[in-house]
């Protein structure tokens, strides 16, 4: 006599539960992963935000290619301040001098403008040409000279270079002069140079730069566009002049243009 055939097994309606584990695992390790790579990015956001403060420090203008600033080595803080604090001190000492110049300056409501930033450069105070050029020339305006003189008594004691950029707007200009905007914006950043010189800035730290048209910070199509162009930027460079910067003279050579070789 044959055994009776063994009764099939219910079918196991919770084998789905299998399924829905493993899914629940990978998403745990995907969120876990995603988790530890934003901490990883937030830790590289940190350290390159403090290097960003630190390489922005006022102890940075200050030096001049010697040791690194105690702001930048874990040593403390520096006792520069920040670069917000020389920001802030040339707006306070600006404030008064531009108030009255633009009091003054009645030829138009554009020609006061004035504003300090700071990039990886260094710190810039742009000037509007009206404020400190009559249309055309390059003669600074009398008024404009405290403003100038404001600026100078803040950079003299540092050590690092200045430089001075002319900018003009696009409509071209032609005078017995100058035959072009290039030539004017060179004229112009040259006399700021040597007013600084003047004013007690050593002139090995100076240079001047003339861009014409070709730097726009604004549509020339529009009048205040036209105004922003027109500007003067000083700009306290972060890096001070150092021995190792200056090129070396290759051997044999002249010592001035009048040797012979």
């Given amino acids: 006599m044959r055994k009776k055939a063994h009764a099939e097994k219910a079918p196991n309606h919770e084998r789905w539960l299998l399924t829905y584990a493993d899914l629940i695992t990978l998403l745990l390790v995907f969120f876990v992963v995603m988790y530890a790579m934003s901490n990883a990015d937030l830790t590289k956001f940190a350290r390159l935000a403090g290097s960003v403060r630190d390489a922005f420090n006022v102890g940075v203008l200050q030096s001049s290619g010697g040791a690194a600033p ?14 917000i604090d020389l920001i802030n001190s040339l707006l306070s000492g600006l404030k008064a001098d531009v108030a009255s110049l633009v009091k003054q300056n009645k030829s138009s409501p554009d020609a006061g403008y004035v504003g ?12 509007a040409g009206g404020l400190l050029f009559d249309s055309g020339k390059s003669t600074i305006k009398r008024e404009a000279m405290p403003l100038l003189l404001a600026v100078a008594d803040r950079i003299r004691t540092l050590p690092n270079e200045v430089k001075v950029e002319g900018h003009t707007d696009s409509i071209p200009i032609q005078t017995a002069l100058y035959g072009s905007n290039w030539e004017l ?3 112009r950043s040259v006399a700021v140079v040597r007013f600084l010189q003047e004013n007690g800035i050593d002139p090995a730290r100076l240079s001047a730069v003339g861009y014409g048209e070709y ?5 020339n199509a529009q009048r205040e566009g036209r105004a922003n162009n027109r500007r003067v930027n000083i700009t306290i460079q972060f890096k001070a002049p150092s021995q190792s910067d200056q090129p070396a003279q290759p051997e044999g050579a ?8």
Avoid at 72 to 81: A, K, R
Avoid at 215 to 219: G, H, K, N
């Fill in 215 to 219: 730097r726009p910070v604004a549509d």
């Fill in 185 to 187: 914006s060179a004229a």
């Fill in 254 to 261: 002249p010592n001035n243009v009048g040797d012979t070789p």
């Fill in 70 to 83: 105690e702001a930048m080595t874990g040593g403390g803080s520096s006792s520069g301040g920040s670069s």
């Fill in 116 to 127: 300090v930033y700071m990039d990886r450069e260094g710190v810039t105070v742009t000037i």
